[in-house]
């Protein structure tokens, strides 16, 4: 947990921070593939690093560090938030290039309700003064690259991995925080938050 400085009284305080961000999380059999894909991926050469499957989850949005007073804003905005469950899926893989090179391998999470939650929570964070996301690339990161000798044949295979198709149900979202560790970063539960029925006229 990051700390800021603030004057009060003439005096230096310390505030603490929270590095925040707000996801879902998947079930085991999606944690089971993105582990059968890590795998595959392991026949690759590459330099980089497999994301811990304890880790993985869908971010709808990232907050940054925030002070005490806006998280609770922030939960309190979120605890709005009406939609009913819905069903999400297990897409294929890709990866996010720069310069032409691999630097994040995906798996792409479908489902028509995925985008409306996105917009919703947008929406509703946009009410505590965070910017609206200019595009939302709903997937979960299985592995970063930072080198590998054939960038094309690499990209290539990745999107050409076949990924098994899985559907499961959504039945809410988490307020989670992560805190940066040697040995990479550790998330919590801040919140979590489940859909409630809208009502039907």
């Keep these: 947990m990051a ?13 603490e921070l929270t590095r925040a961000f707000i996801c879902i999380e998947f079930p085991d059999e999606v944690i089971k593939e993105a582990a059968r894909v ?20 869908l971010t709808y949005k990232f907050l940054g560090e925030i002070d005490e007073k806006k998280l609770e804003e922030v939960k309190g905005e979120l605890g709005k938030i009406e939609l009913n469950e819905f069903e999400a899926k297990l897409g294929g ?24 939650l996105q917009e919703k929570i947008d929406l509703a964070m946009e009410k505590c003064g965070f910017k609206k996301e200019e595009r939302f690339m709903s997937h979960t990161t299985i592995a970063r690259v930072k080198y590998v000798n054939d960038a094309k044949g690499f990209i290539e295979y990745v ?5 098994k ?15 940066l560790k040697h040995s990479g970063p550790v998330y919590s539960e801040i919140e979590r938050y489940t859909f409630r029925r809208k009502n039907i006229q």
């Design 3 to 15: 700390e800021e400085k603030e004057s009060l009284g003439g005096r230096e305080v310390e505030k």
């Design 38 to 57: 890590q795998e595959v991926l392991e026949n690759k050469n590459f330099t980089g690093k497999m994301t811990e499957l304890e880790n993985l989850h």
């Design 93 to 116: 893989a890709g990866c996010f290039n720069l310069r032409g090179h691999p630097r994040i391998v995906w798996l792409k999470v479908g489902g028509k309700e995925n985008f409306e």
């Design 159 to 163: 999107k050409n991995i076949g990924v």
């Design 165 to 179: 198709e899985i559907k499961w149900n959504v039945r809410g979202f988490v307020l989670k925080k992560s805190e």
